[in-house]
């Protein structure tokens, strides 16, 4: 059917050792599977190569990045990712530059990415509770979704050309976890996107 890669951001921590964004990954997987879909998962907490990872984007048609909030973003370890794939990826297969031209050097930064038929979805695991989004009133976000909290993360992907699928998120995981209803729920958002 399609091309998946799923990248698992998880980056260990002594409180924290990934088995919930392990375990969304193996769900996606077999769920994905099931339905006829081609598979690739990359956790980039381990080693990896830069030129297999460039592959790996040119070969899917979703890239589905399963992450941890940390620290109101992702995990050092996709950071790292990001410099040393998405970089080494400038050099036109990702990306043809930045978008500009010679012509017009002032306008259409970003709008160089070559993946513009790929389509990306972040998966997001939260130790805020759900209602800290989306209210005025809740001191921390002020009001901002989890995407408003996530847009540089969004533009990273668009910078590729890729275009989103509806951000999946499981909130309050440390402290008031519903795991078994996360999982349905998750399910629920892969069959409706996939």
Not at 6 to 11: D, E, F, S, T, W
Not at 66 to 71: F, G, I, L, R
Not at 129 to 154: A, R, T
Not at 166 to 179: E, G, L, S, Y
Request: glycine share 6%.
């Amino acid at each position: 059917m399609s091309n998946v890669l799923i990248i698992n951001a998880h980056q260990p921590y002594p409180f924290a050792e990934g088995r919930l964004n392990r375990s969304m990954v193996e769900l996606a997987t077999e769920f994905l599977e099931a339905k006829g879909h081609a598979i690739r998962v990359v956790e980039t907490h381990l080693e990896y190569n830069v030129e297999e990872q460039i592959e790996n984007h040119l070969w899917a048609d979703t890239v589905i990045l399963q992450s941890p909030v940390n620290w109101m973003g992702v995990p050092w370890s996709f950071k790292k990712y990001m410099d040393e794939v998405y970089t080494a990826g400038m050099d036109g297969r990702l990306t043809a530059f930045d978008g500009r031209s010679e012509e017009n050097p002032k306008k259409n930064y970003g709008a160089g990415g070559t993946l513009t038929n790929t389509r990306y979805m972040l998966s997001l695991t939260f130790n805020a509770p759900e209602e800290s989004f989306d209210d005025e009133n809740e001191y921390l976000f002020q009001g901002k979704s989890v995407d408003d909290l996530f847009f540089p993360m969004h533009m990273n992907f668009r910078f590729f050309g890729m275009s989103p699928i509806d951000t999946f998120a499981c909130f309050d995981v440390m402290k008031n976890a519903d795991i078994e209803t996360d999982f349905k729920r998750y399910t629920a958002h892969l069959e409706k996107h996939f």
